[in-house]
């Protein structure tokens, strides 16, 4: 059974910076890429940042700037780097796991708050 966690959120002040975790415990034989996502309350949730098994990354074009994405394969894990955070990007940021030819897998998100 494949789990994936995500950690990292906490309450942080304007301009402050997170960086957010995303590992999976499990057998999967092949990952095609990851996701991060995020949603606030009355919000369909929208797709944050991409990054493929070869290292590829994309941007959603709504989110740009102190957005980076990146993976460790040793770890099975990517990383959400947030930098200069602002009130608008406080949500609950989700990571969705995607294998090649099987279902995606959600993590439970974690929360990510910006506030004085």
């Known amino acids: 059974q494949v789990q994936v966690v995500e950690s990292g959120g906490d309450l942080v002040q304007p301009g402050g910076s997170l960086r957010l975790s995303c590992a999976f415990s499990?057998?999967?034989?092949?990952?095609?890429?990851w996701r991060w996502y995020r949603q606030t309350p009355g919000k369909q949730r929208e797709l944050v940042s991409r990054?493929?098994?070869?290292?590829?990354?994309t941007d959603a074009d709504a989110v740009k700037g102190g957005l980076t994405i990146s993976g460790d394969d040793d770890k099975n894990a990517v990383f959400l780097q947030m930098n200069d955070l602002k009130p608008e990007e406080t949500a609950m940021y989700y990571c969705?796991?995607?294998?090649?030819?099987?279902?995606?897998?959600w993590g439970q998100g974690t929360q990510v708050t910006v506030s004085v």
């Open positions: 969705n796991l995607r294998p090649t030819g099987a279902v995606a897998y």
């Open positions: 499990g057998t999967i034989f092949r990952i095609y890429d």
């Open positions: 990054i493929t098994s070869g290292g590829g990354t």
